[in-house]
């Protein structure tokens, strides 16, 4: 093509039409005509392929057209249109912003300018380009709707502003998703529900969110922010700083990665340095160290689950069993997953005798996960449980589980001789009463403890029924006398009022 005639082409269509009708050139109007005829024909086969919905071929034959007469308006709104079918919405933007450059009045333009502005998550210039559309022409229900959709997601984007600040993380999720359906394209509320997300732990869908973005971008700073964040909150926090140093070398002044990669390296080295201390058994300095980690970030449900775990199992050493529970249930609290935790508490409601909690504890846990040890501490817990809910013949006579055959023997002597009824024979019928019932629970317990079959299966939890134990019938005058050598052994003598003394005969 003619230098000379190409700089002409460049021109509006208005001004070549009339430069086309003053050319003295005979053969100039027909040059042009003949130029203007191959852009139309290119723009047809680009409207044949648009149609076909082969937008890579439409988009082919547009930039011919645009080749042939660069200063067509119409040749860059189709162009654009093709470009947003094919999701490429900043291209797009470009080419509706020369169609309405090249020719203010171009509606159609202006209207795909509008989309995509706010495909972009730009709404407050799509309402700008909508309001152009209306102005030119007023009735245009495209326009019209698109303007109200585009003032819909400022109003999602305020309340999602107002939200996060709340911590009201799932309203956020909300306004953006509904944002999103008209603002597919901006990266902006795509982070934003992507950061939500890890904060509400639904961590594979932020980290989803997050990798398709950087599949596109691979240095956007958001999204390499988003997946440091996920890994972090999973309690990945070496690789999680990882991704917060990307970050921070794509955009130096990311605050929200600042503080996070510093969060996560003040957390990783508190928690290690407790778990130091307690390998070396400085069990008071693993309990500050894990305090002041658990102070560091209070959104890191699963690194504090394991930080209140560990200082359970501190507490636990230091026989502060009751704290101890209290951090394993704060643990569970945060994570209802974590074994650990709940095998830590069992284990401390079995060393405080709180059988029923344990034996819940080691369900949960077998439930979950049914390996033979986890049986074999569920069977052990609902054994103690099952003793727990008998009498108590240890504690009846008032001798530790490991006692001897004489300290049950003198055990017996001084519980006999406090609980016998001739003792209590000036008391009131209910103290009499009260009385003899200890005095026949204290002969069941000597009648048990100091026969060493008997005693077994009592400390191994069998019913004592069996094997002729039936203990409804039981005398336990029978038991005393036998003990102090027999009828006539002793007697109780009142020495005062309200007190007694006994002698032997």
């Keep these: ?151 819909a997601v400022m109003e999602y984007e305020k309340i999602a502003e107002t939200d996060f600040e709340k911590r009201d993380f799932r309203k956020v999720v909300f306004c953006m998703d509904r944002a999103l359906e008209f603002a597919p394209a901006c990266h902006r509320f795509k982070i934003l529900k992507a950061e939500c997300l890890a904060m509400l732990g639904r961590y594979p869908e932020a980290q989803s969110v997050a990798s398709d973005i950087l599949r596109m971008d691979s240095t956007n700073a958001d999204a390499l922010y988003v997946r440091g964040l996920c890994l972090y909150y999973e309690d990945c926090i070496e690789k999680a700083v990882q991704f917060f140093v990307q970050a921070l070398r794509m955009a130096p002044d990311h605050e929200k990665a600042c503080i996070a990669c510093r969060n996560a390296k003040a957390l990783k080295a508190k928690k290690e340095d407790g778990n130091k201390a307690f390998k070396e058994g400085n069990y008071k300095l693993a309990y500050e160290l894990y305090t002041e980690a658990l102070g560091i970030d209070p959104n890191n449900i699963k690194t504090n689950a394991k930080l209140y775990c560990n200082r359970g199992t501190v507490n636990s050493k230091l026989r502060k069993l009751d704290d101890a529970i209290e951090d394993c249930t704060n643990a569970v609290k945060l994570d209802d997953t974590y074994i650990k935790a709940y095998l830590r508490r069992a284990q401390c409601y079995m060393d405080t005798e709180q059988y029923e909690e344990a034996v819940r504890d080691y369900e949960k846990v077998y439930q979950t996960e049914k390996t033979k040890e986890h049986k074999q501490l569920l069977k052990n817990a609902q054994l103690e449980l099952k003793k727990s809910k008998r009498k108590d013949y240890y504690k009846i006579l008032g001798v530790d589980k490991n006692a001897s055959e004489d300290e049950i023997k003198k055990a017996y002597r001084k519980r006999a001789l406090m609980h016998h009824p001739d003792r209590h024979s000036g008391a009131s019928a209910e103290v009499q009463k009260e009385e003899e019932k200890k005095f026949k629970e204290v002969g069941e317990a000597f009648t048990i403890l100091s026969d060493p079959k008997k005693k077994t299966r009592y400390d191994s939890g069998q019913d004592l029924d069996e094997e002729g134990m039936n203990m409804g019938d039981f005398d336990p005058n029978n038991i005393f006398k036998a003990f102090f050598g027999g009828p006539g052994g002793f007697s109780f003598e009142a020495s005062g009022p309200g007190s007694f003394f006994f002698q032997f005969g």
């Design 1 to 151: 093509m003619d230098f000379t005639l190409e700089l002409f082409l460049m021109q509006p269509c208005s001004v070549l039409a009339a430069a086309m009708l003053d050319s003295k050139d005979p053969l100039f109007p027909r040059l042009v005509s003949q130029v203007f005829r191959e852009a139309e024909t290119f723009k047809e086969q680009g409207n044949a392929y648009y149609a076909k919905k082969d937008y890579n071929e439409a988009y082919n034959y547009y930039t011919k057209a645009i080749d042939m007469c660069p200063k067509n308006a119409s040749y860059y709104g189709n162009r654009a249109a093709t470009l947003m079918m094919l999701g490429r919405f900043r291209e797009a933007l470009g080419d509706a912003q020369q169609s309405v450059r090249l020719d203010d009045s171009f509606v159609r333009g202006h209207l795909r300018e509008g989309k995509c502005h706010l495909s972009l998550g730009n709404a407050m210039a799509a309402c700008r380009s909508f309001q152009r559309a209306l102005e030119l022409d007023h009735k245009n229900a495209q326009a019209q709707q698109e303007f109200k959709n585009a003032n």
